[in-house]
């Protein structure tokens, strides 16, 4: 009986010491927003996507004269359709650079797990400035 007792509190011992000594992920997070504001590459991407916009815009103004509604219409959905379409690539682009420069910088400083900012409740590290860094080293 005592044989059992010992065995069964060795094996706790054993267990309990490996979970405590258990390497523990290390977390990174990122603030998109801040990203996105602060990279000079990803906001001269967002002033193309502007400037775009605005000559489409511009487009429509001058080719909309003299249209019916129904022309008008038909009109206007074309250019919203190549505007969404300009924007949504541009979205696809920004999420393929942040994850290369997420995985990039978590290699580098040896992070586990990188997520955004705005789940992280308590601890991590905050890595937004190297992946700022690391977007804007990249060259074309």
Avoid: W
């Amino acid at each position: 009986m005592k044989k059992i007792i010992a065995l069964i509190l060795f094996c706790l011992f054993a267990f309990s010491t490996t979970a405590v000594f258990a390497e523990s992920p290390t977390i990174g997070y990122m603030n998109r927003e801040t990203i996105i504001s602060q990279s000079k590459r990803i906001s001269a991407g967002a002033q193309e996507l502007i400037n775009f916009s605005n000559q489409m815009v511009a487009d429509f103004e001058r080719e909309k004269v003299g249209l019916s509604n129904s022309d008008l219409q038909v009109k206007a959905q074309a250019y919203q359709a190549q505007i969404d379409m300009h924007v949504q690539a541009a979205e696809e682009q920004l999420n393929i650079n942040l994850r290369m420069a997420s995985r990039t910088v978590a290699k580098k400083l040896g992070l586990s797990v990188v997520t955004v900012a705005s789940v992280m409740v308590y601890g991590g590290r905050d890595i937004t400035q190297d992946i700022i860094d690391t977007i804007d080293a990249v060259q074309d």
